[in-house]
């Protein structure tokens, strides 16, 4: 409504239905990463703005991994995040999956910036 897209133009964009869309906007059916970044495209917003409830919820909250939070769902909406998880979803394979989560890992602790 704020840029005056109707859920029927928009559900043309994405090749959806408006139902679809409106179930969506709704939140009766969950939206999958890729979809969400094709809607933020689409509407011309950035990412973080689908999350911005999410962090003021987030910054209230106690609990087991309470530090870790924020930075996950700041790394996940940034767009290398996004690239990065649509990319390692497009794998199929289990063994493949979990030979890149091992190079990520080792190169997160055996990178450049640790060995100075």
């Known amino acids: 409504m704020m840029i005056g ?7 043309e964009m994405l ?21 969400l970044f094709e809607v933020a495209r689409i509407l011309g917003v950035p990412i973080q703005y689908f999350y911005e409830s999410v962090s ?8 087991f991994a309470e530090g870790e939070t924020q930075p996950v769902l700041e790394f996940v ?19 493949v999956r979990k030979r890149v989560l091992d190079l990520v890992k080792s190169l997160a602790e055996d990178g450049p910036s640790n060995k100075d």
Do not use: C, W
Request: aromatic letters at 6%; a positive charge; charged letters at 25%.
């Open 5 to 11: 897209m109707s859920q029927e133009r928009l559900g």
């Open 15 to 35: 090749g959806l239905t408006f139902q679809q869309v409106q179930k969506y906007e709704k939140g009766v059916n969950r939206i999958g990463a890729g979809r």
């Open 56 to 63: 003021e919820q987030l910054a209230g909250a106690s609990g």
């Open 77 to 95: 909406s940034s767009g290398d995040g996004l690239h990065l998880s649509l990319a390692f979803m497009r794998i199929k394979d289990p063994k």
